[in-house]
């Protein structure tokens, strides 16, 4: 059993959580510069990149997958739809249900975000070699189980 008082222990989290910090912000940094041009943030490149994995995803899909509420994905989905990024058609089942798709342009600009941040994570997973990367996995993995 870990011994949560164990003061190494606790500065061992401390500068992990350091880490996690610094390591986002580096990944994040390139699309951070990309998006900004085009006025836009991370939330929708979450929602760019979401939407590019899951083509033709429902709005509430979305929302369940995002686990935002409506009016915090309205705004930036809205904004990407003026921008014509993201295109909306009725479902075919129900024609009330908006499932949503990228756009040509939006699948270009979500590729360059996603290229940048692949290009971060092979440089990271190959200097630190297969176990650190399975070691990373395994951990990600514990992290969104919350």
């Known amino acids: 059993m870990v011994d949560l008082d164990d003061p190494a222990l606790s ?3 401390h500068e992990a959580i350091e880490q996690f ?3 986002y ?3 994040t940094d390139r699309p951070d510069r990309i ?3 085009r006025g836009l943030g991370r939330v929708h490149h979450r929602i760019l990149y979401f939407i590019g994995r899951r083509p033709d995803v429902s709005v509430r ?3 369940d997958l995002l686990a935002v509420s409506k009016q915090a994905l309205n705004a930036p989905l809205r904004q990407l739809m003026e921008m014509g990024l ?3 058609e009725a479902g075919v089942e129900d024609r009330r249900v908006k499932n949503l798709r990228l756009t040509a342009s939006g699948r270009k600009l979500e590729a360059e975000l996603t290229e940048a941040q692949t290009r971060h994570l092979r440089a990271a997973f190959d200097r630190a070699g297969a176990e650190a990367h399975a070691g990373w996995t395994a951990v990600m993995a ?3 189980k919350g």
């Open 61 to 63: 899909g979305l929302l």
């Open 35 to 37: 998006l900004e041009r």
């Open 142 to 144: 514990e992290l969104v």
């Open 21 to 23: 910090y610094f390591a």
């Open 86 to 88: 993201v295109g909306a």
């Open 11 to 13: 500065d061992d989290l």
């Open 25 to 27: 912000r580096g990944f």
